[in-house]
C-alpha cells in the first residue's frame, strides 16, 4: 500500500525566514503526482503546488517551491520569505495513476510564522 | 459558481442514531472523494467515486456507506454512530484525476 510520510509533526519559524517541510512517500510505480495542500485556520483547503513524478525539473508557484528527488521517494515544500499568513496546517499528498485513482495525505506538519 | 458545498456544517447525534451527509458540487466532477480529518490523523480516505453510479472503499470504511446516484452528488451514511465516528469530515471533487481536488468548508460531526 503507498504511504506519505510527514516527519515534523509542528513547526514554528520567523516572518521572513525560509522554511522546508519534509515529505517522503512509498510506491513502487513510476508514474504518479504529488502535491502539497495548506489548511489555514479557516479550515479550507487549498493548493499549494502540485508536481509530475516524471517531470524532473522542480515545480514552484511564487514563494513555494519544492525539491523532489524520486530515487530517494523524497518531495519537500520550501517557503521563501515567510509570512503571517503562511500560518496553516500542510499536507502532502500522493496518486498513482491509472490505479486506484485515492488520493492519499500524509498526517501534515502545523506551520507557525511568528512575527 | 458555489464549487462544493457540504451539509450540514455541524451535527451532534447519539451513539446508534443514523445521519446522511450531503456533498453537492457544480462544476461537473467526475471524481467525488470523502476524507475524514482527526487530530494527528490527517485526512483519511473513507469512500471515493470516479463517476455516476460508482463507488469504492477508501483507507477507512468501516462504519460506513456511500452513494452517488447522480453525478453531482455524493452521499456519506453513517447507519448507527459510535464515538469513534467524531471526526470533521471533508468531502472533496476533480474532474481530472491529476487534477487539484476541490474541497467543501467540512462537517464537525460530535458522536455522543
Known amino acids: 500500500a503507498q504511504t506519505v510520510t510527514q516527519s515534523q509533526p509542528e513547526m514554528s519559524v520567523q516572518e521572513a525566514e525560509t522554511v522546508t517541510l519534509s515529505c517522503t512517500y512509498d510506491?513502487?510505480?513510476?508514474?504518479?503526482?504529488l502535491f502539497w495542500y495548506k489548511q489555514p485556520p479557516s479550515r479550507q483547503m487549498i493548493l499549494v503546488i502540485r508536481?509530475?513524478?516524471?517531470?524532473?525539473q522542480n515545480a514552484t508557484e511564487n514563494r513555494f517551491s519544492v525539491n523532489f528527488q524520486k530515487a530517494a521517494k523524497s518531495f519537500s515544500l520550501k517557503i521563501s520569505d515567510s509570512q503571517l499568513g503562511d500560518t496553516a496546517m500542510y499536507f502532502c499528498?500522493?496518486?498513482?495513476?491509472?490505479?486506484?485513482?485515492?488520493?492519499?495525505f500524509g498526517k501534515g506538519t502545523r506551520l507557525h510564522i511568528l512575527p | 459558481n458555489a464549487g462544493v458545498t457540504q451539509t450540514p456544517k455541524f451535527r451532534v447525534l447519539k451513539t446508534g442514531q443514523s445521519m446522511t451527509l450531503l456533498c453537492a458540487q457544480d462544476?461537473?466532477?467526475?471524481?467525488m472523494y470523502w476524507y475524514r480529518q482527526d487530530p494527528g490523523m490527517g485526512l483519511r480516505l473513507i469512500h471515493y467515486?470516479?463517476?455516476?453510479?460508482?463507488?469504492a472503499k477508501g483507507e477507512v470504511p468501516d462504519g460506513y456507506n456511500v452513494s452517488r446516484l447522480k453525478k453531482q452528488n455524493f452521499l456519506l451514511g453513517l447507519e448507527s454512530a459510535a464515538p469513534s465516528q467524531t471526526s470533521v469530515y471533508f468531502c472533496?471533487?476533480?474532474?481530472?484525476?491529476?487534477?487539484?481536488?476541490?474541497f467543501g468548508s467540512g462537517t464537525q460531526l460530535s458522536v455522543l
Open positions: 462544476m461537473n466532477h467526475e471524481y
Open positions: 472533496a471533487s476533480s474532474y481530472f484525476l491529476s487534477e487539484k481536488l476541490f
Open positions: 510506491t513502487s510505480e513510476n508514474n504518479y503526482y
Open positions: 499528498a500522493f496518486m498513482i495513476m491509472n490505479r486506484d485513482d485515492k488520493i492519499i
Open positions: 508536481q509530475e513524478a516524471y517531470k524532473q
Open positions: 467515486s470516479v463517476g455516476e453510479g460508482t463507488t
